[in-house]
């Protein structure tokens, strides 16, 4: 079946490459890898809207912007495997004395990774608080960078640094990167279509900066990582037990039970919630994350799939509304493997004859 597009794989391309064009995306791709093998590989459109902008390959590396949270939250787990946290319990205080007891009080790392912390912060900077910690949950950065702040203080460096000793480099991973200076193959973030494109660069590689640029491939070799339980190349890369602590409900219970279902920053399915970005045709056990410029690794254990879409427009589809988009995209991505559960064709729109060794 090499080359040939069944029903609704078609729709999902289409689908992917649609919103691209509603967006203002220049750029769009899309990675499966199914049973451990490459399914679909396709790749749309150009760097930028710039009329000699070049073409998106195999090589291009999208910034993930926020989706660099997955990576955040396995370090998250190396650090409780490796004893550096005690418990996801711990008050964060104990961990940064010098933090306002009284701003904190009750604030968790737990809190920090689940976004139930209730901490924010205002236009100048300062974080105040908005609600008790563990009350419900809101999406806010705030515990992304505390936590980011305490790998570093735990490890003494931060944690790409980490990942790249303990991960990265085992793997072979040359398409991964917090990015400083430009290359040709960084794809650019369109903010106005009718404006020059951003870079997306950092000033420093240490993760405090939203500049972590990947290419669909080692992103979606990412999230097959982690649905092998960190076994890759028949070596035990990651410990099993740090993948399911980053991969596992973590969130206390709340009152709401329309609030999502989240592991170390990741979105994980138990059952079907409203405000889920996993739509409810998505099985229990999957794991979504998700970035402002519309790249997003959805990882289905019960089917051995994982799935990547990148886009390099600033905000997702769909406004207030995006949430109704990603559960549309969910069920898409569902609706192809109930259909074919056993398939195996290869579609890829690139101008190689082979297909990458993944392994």
Not at 185 to 203: C, S, T, Y
Request: hydrophobic share 35%; charged share 20%.
């Amino acid at each position: 079946m090499k080359g040939t597009l069944q029903g609704p794989l078609k729709e999902l391309i289409s689908w992917v490459d649609d919103i691209k064009y509603k967006n203002g995306s220049s750029a769009s791709a899309l990675y499966i890898l199914k049973d451990n093998q490459v399914l679909l590989e396709h790749y749309s459109g150009r760097h930028s809207h710039g009329k000699y902008a070049s073409h998106i390959t195999e090589q291009s590396q999208f910034n993930v912007a926020s989706a660099r949270k997955s990576y955040l939250g396995l370090s998250v787990a190396y650090a409780l495997h490796d004893k550096y946290i005690s418990c996801l319990d711990d008050p964060i205080t104990h961990y940064f004395p010098e933090f306002d007891k009284d701003l904190y009080k009750g604030t968790t790392i737990r809190h920090l990774v689940t976004h139930s912390h209730g901490l924010n912060t205002d236009e100048n900077g300062y974080i105040f608080r908005e609600f008790e910690s563990g009350s419900k949950w809101e999406y806010c950065n705030v515990g992304v960078d505390i936590m980011t702040k305490l790998i570093h203080r735990l490890y003494g460096k931060g944690y790409p640094q980490l990942l790249n000793e303990r991960v990265f480099t085992p793997l072979g991973f040359s398409e991964t990167g917090w990015r400083t200076e430009p290359d040709e193959n960084l794809v650019p973030i369109i903010d106005h279509i009718d404006k020059p494109a951003l870079p997306g660069l950092g000033a420093a590689s240490d993760g405090t900066e939203k500049n972590l640029f990947v290419s669909p491939r080692e992103f979606a070799l990412w999230g097959q990582l982690h649905v092998q339980k960190g076994m890759m190349n028949g070596r035990q890369i990651v410990p099993s037990k740090v993948i399911e602590a980053a991969t596992s409900i973590q969130n206390v219970s709340y009152s709401d039970t329309s609030l999502p279902g989240t592991g170390l920053f990741w979105y994980v399915q138990d059952i079907p919630r409203k405000k889920s970005e996993l739509g409810e045709r998505v099985p229990a056990g999957s794991y979504q994350i998700v970035g402002v410029t519309g790249p997003t690794i959805l990882v289905i254990p019960a089917y051995n799939v994982v799935v990547v879409k990148m886009y390099n427009k600033r905000y997702n589809y769909g406004g207030e509304e995006y949430l109704y988009y990603f559960i549309i995209y969910g069920s898409s991505v569902t609706k192809w493997q109930i259909y074919f559960p056993s398939l195996r064709m290869v579609h890829r729109n690139r101008p190689r004859n082979e297909l990458p060794n993944i392994w």
